[in-house]
């Protein structure tokens, strides 16, 4: 068997990679003008083209190996029909390329492929049925892309998927059956949502773990989150300001939440997560006054770990709020010494009184007047 190495034509026979994990490069190459055929080696074979000037997969290109890389080769389409005799394909890396449309028939043929990469490249559209031959596919990475809208069934034909991944593309808008079909979806994370799209997720019952860390929503409302199997919720590096206490309602198996690094000044305790063990509110503005001391009495009847620290006053900044002993006084002494201090800074406000003369100038005497 003759494979390339680096751009250079080695030799060496089947028996000698059949025990091991080989990885052939080769670079300097256009697809089309490899026609050689793998079918003795064993699953353990890597085939990585990257760093290639491709540009375009041709149609009917013959590679007869498990493992197929294709990283940086400034590949701008895949036709139709590219894969279609690459059935024993199992994971296939496209990442780092210019791909920008996703067409009908792009991934045909691929009828035995686990696990497909397409990050870090331009992807705006994907064409209805451009997954339907996927069916035994279960990770699909999205991730730094351009998508903006995603339409309903775009992932149709993704029967076995387990890990959707979407995030840092610049979505807006997801159409209401956009995940529509994905029963075994079990892990999903996308951001750039300006809301949460709680109809949207609804379609997502199995879903377990949900990442929407770095999302511009500046709100949960009531009921926000309807998803009866999520157990663990990434809502860190956002824009929240309000936060129902309702909002994770439906959420009942809810066992981690991450809301660092938003903008939640308190928190109300929360309605519905019966199995919700840790809480992070790391990089909050939280003021460790009266109000979070419903929260705390909340996480310590749940046993709850609550994870941050304190914003204020400041005697208490950078005090570890879960342990933290909140003295609470009553709201018309709260009042009362916020009155205090307003009435302080308007007379540290006030022009200072031009000062008085030590001594009184005798009667018929100008004092003012220079000698």
């Not at 938003?262 to 063990?277: D, F, I, K, T």
Request: net charge positive.
């Amino acid at each position: 068997a003759q494979l390339l190495h680096s751009g250079t034509i080695i030799n060496r026979p089947y028996t000698s990679l059949s025990r091991k994990l080989y990885k052939a490069i080769w670079e300097g190459y256009i697809l089309k003008a490899l026609d050689v055929k793998f079918d003795k080696f064993n699953h353990k074979v890597k085939l990585d083209l990257s760093k290639n000037g491709i540009q375009v997969l041709p149609t009917h290109a013959i590679l007869q190996i498990p493992h197929l890389t294709l990283q940086r080769c400034n590949i701008r389409a895949v036709r139709e029909g590219a894969f279609r005799t690459l059935g024993h394909l199992v994971s296939l890396n496209l990442a780092n390329n210019n791909i920008e449309i996703l067409y009908q028939e792009s991934f045909d043929g691929l009828s035995s492929l686990k696990q497909l990469t397409l990050d870090h490249n331009r992807v705006e559209e994907i064409q209805p049925g451009a997954f339907t031959q996927l069916g035994f596919l279960n990770m699909l990475s999205l991730t730094h892309n351009q998508l903006v809208y995603i339409p309903n069934m775009a992932f149709q034909g993704l029967h076995n998927i387990k890990w959707l991944r979407l995030s840092r593309n610049s979505l807006n808008n997801l159409a209401m059956d956009a995940f529509a079909g994905l029963f075994t979806v079990t892990s999903l994370s996308l951001d750039e949502l300006h809301f949460f799209p709680t109809q949207t997720m609804t379609r997502l019952a199995q879903v377990t773990c949900l990442d929407l860390s770095y999302n511009p929503m500046a709100y949960l409302g009531e009921d926000t989150v309807s998803m009866p199997k999520l157990t663990h919720l990434y809502l860190d590096h956002m824009s929240l300001q309000d936060f129902a206490d309702t909002a994770m309602s439906q959420a009942t198996l809810l066992s981690h939440l991450d809301l660092s690094h938003n903008q939640l000044r308190y928190l109300e305790p929360l309605s519905g997560p019966m199995e919700l063990a840790r809480l992070n509110l790391t990089g909050n503005p939280i003021h460790c006054n009266c109000y979070p001391r419903p929260l705390k009495e909340w996480a310590k009847k749940g046993k709850v770990k609550l994870i941050g620290v304190c914003a204020g006053p400041r005697h208490l900044s950078d005090e570890a709020v879960g342990p933290m002993e909140l003295r609470c006084r009553s709201r018309e002494d709260m009042i009362k010494e916020e009155l205090k201090d307003q009435e302080e800074s308007r007379e540290r406000a006030l022009p200072t009184a031009k000062p008085k003369k030590k001594s009184k100038c005798p009667d018929n005497c100008d004092c003012d007047v220079k000698a």
